[in-house]
């Protein structure tokens, strides 16, 4: 059950007739060798589920973000300026995409626990390190590098042929900045909510708040306010209140989240239905047991209380 100190990534030490020996040289320790099960079954593999949604996340949404400047570099002769304003790249990656991939990290889980104990073999993709490997590296590679892509050109496109009611063009670098920024906030934010699989209170309290923690600097940095104290630090004065009344630009960043979004949906539905894993039919189980019970429990609410 234990493997060598060379293999080991963790020690447990069970304390017994032997004496605390074992204890003292390991990382963790407990009384009885039946909470050994409990160990590995349930808090084993759920730490290693977040893990490995954490760290294919968080490729993702570095790829997504630092991307866009590659393709940026097409169109202002690789020079030093970035497509996004300073201080959403100081931002990015501190405030409004941490948290959220904090709380999957910390609370995330697939199926409940009593059928993690029900299922041992739902320990097994651990063993084999299926979560997160080679390909699984190369794949949150490759949706980061397309949704750089969708972030940069769809905003290209259609800014580039859009005007303002008044019928100045739209076509200029403060407005496309505002736009591929908060279109990527907006992607990586629904890609986390669909990563999530146990939503809890501060899931969506992270995960909508950083949302608006976005919106809320994103505005005050532009305000005239911030200007006038600051004239050489804040070089955007008004472009976001200037862009996000229009509403082409909220089209245009319905679009891209469409675009981007859409071909992972449909192949995780596909994979649902053509190759599920344990787990997915463990869930399925799962909800078809509650939906079973939920009348059963009112009609017999019902006929008590007649």
Not at 67 to 76: E, I, Q
Not at 181 to 187: C, R
Not at 221 to 248: C, D, E, R, Y
Request: proline share 4%.
């Amino acid at each position: 059950c234990f493997s060598s100190s060379a293999a080991a990534h963790i020690g447990v030490g069970i304390s017994g007739q032997e004496g605390i020996q074992a204890v003292l040289a390991s990382d963790y320790s407990f009384s009885q060798f039946r909470f050994l099960q409990r160990l590995l079954l349930v808090h084993g593999r759920w730490s290693y589920l977040r893990m490995c949604r954490f760290l294919c996340y968080f490729f993702y949404k570095n790829f997504a973000f630092t991307m866009v400047h590659f393709w940026f570099g097409f169109f202002c002769g690789f020079s030093a300026q970035t497509v996004y304003d300073q201080y959403f790249i100081t931002l990015y990656n501190i405030v409004y995409t941490s948290l959220p991939v904090l709380a999957m990290g910390l609370f995330d889980q697939d199926v409940p626990e009593q059928r993690s104990l029900e299922y041992p073999k739902l320990y097994e993709p651990g063993q084999l390190n299926l979560l997160f490997n080679k390909r699984e590296f190369f794949i949150c590679i490759a949706q980061g590098i397309y949704t750089s892509v969708v972030l940069f050109f769809i905003p290209y496109g259609v800014l580039s042929h859009a005007t303002q009611s008044n019928g100045v063009p739209l076509a200029d670098y403060q407005t496309f900045a505002v736009t591929t920024a908060t279109a990527l906030v907006i992607v990586v934010s629904v890609q986390i909510a669909l990563d999530t699989g146990y939503w809890t209170a501060i899931n969506h309290f992270f995960i909508w708040g950083s949302l608006g923690t976005y919106f809320t600097i994103l505005f005050a940095m532009h305000s005239s306010i911030l200007f006038n104290i600051f004239p050489k630090q804040f070089h955007f004065l008004g472009s976001a209140h200037n862009t996000l009344g229009q509403p082409v630009v909220w089209l245009t960043i319905a679009l891209a989240t469409v675009i981007c979004i859409a071909p992972v949906l449909a192949f995780r539905f596909l994979k649902l239905d053509l190759k599920p894993q344990l787990s997915d039919t463990v869930r399925y189980t799962q909800l078809v047991l509650q939906k079973k019970q939920k009348p059963c429990g009112r009609v017999g609410r019902g006929v008590g209380g007649g």
